[in-house]
Nanobody, 126 residues
Framework: QVQLAESGGGSVQAGGALRLFCVASGRTFSTYGKAWFRQAPGKEREFVAAMNWSGGLTWYADSVKGRFTISRNNARNELFLQMNSLKPEDTGIYYC???????????????????WGQGTQVTVSS
């Protein structure tokens, strides 16, 4: 079992930046696929960014490409999401997720991921 815990959310004005953190405990998730999703009020959870187990493959939603960067520190069991040039439409609860099939199969699909954190709130004001 892997437990995931996000942090780093907050309130920021449009154009600002935030860095989200996800720490895994219980076992190492270095061999897992990893991802960030978000959910805005009244909307379904949507894909933001993902990487395969090695970090050699990454995927981004079109809406965040060029502004967000997913990265990891395997030695510390950490996953990050650097968010720059934030927009009000980036507002939502951000979740990290882990997939025991780390190959990168269906990285954009919610159902691909077995483990989820509790989420961290990001609010971007105009």
């Amino acid at each position: 079992q892997v437990q995931l815990a996000e942090s780093g959310g907050g309130s920021v004005q449009a154009g600002g930046a935030l860095r989200l953190f996800c720490v895994a405990s219980g076992r190492t998730f270095s061999t897992y696929g990893k991802a960030w999703f978000r959910q805005a009020p009244g909307k379904e959870r949507e894909f933001v960014a993902a990487m395969n187990w090695s970090g050699g493959l990454t995927w981004y939603a079109d809406s965040v490409k060029g502004r967000f960067t997913i990265s990891r520190n395997n030695a510390r069991n950490e996953l990050f999401l650097q968010m720059n040039s934030l927009k009000p439409e980036d507002t939502g609860i951000y979740y990290c997720a882990a997939d025991t099939d780390g190959s990168g199969n269906l990285p954009r699909e919610v159902q691909q991921y077995e483990y989820w954190g509790q989420g961290t709130q990001v609010t971007v004001s105009s």
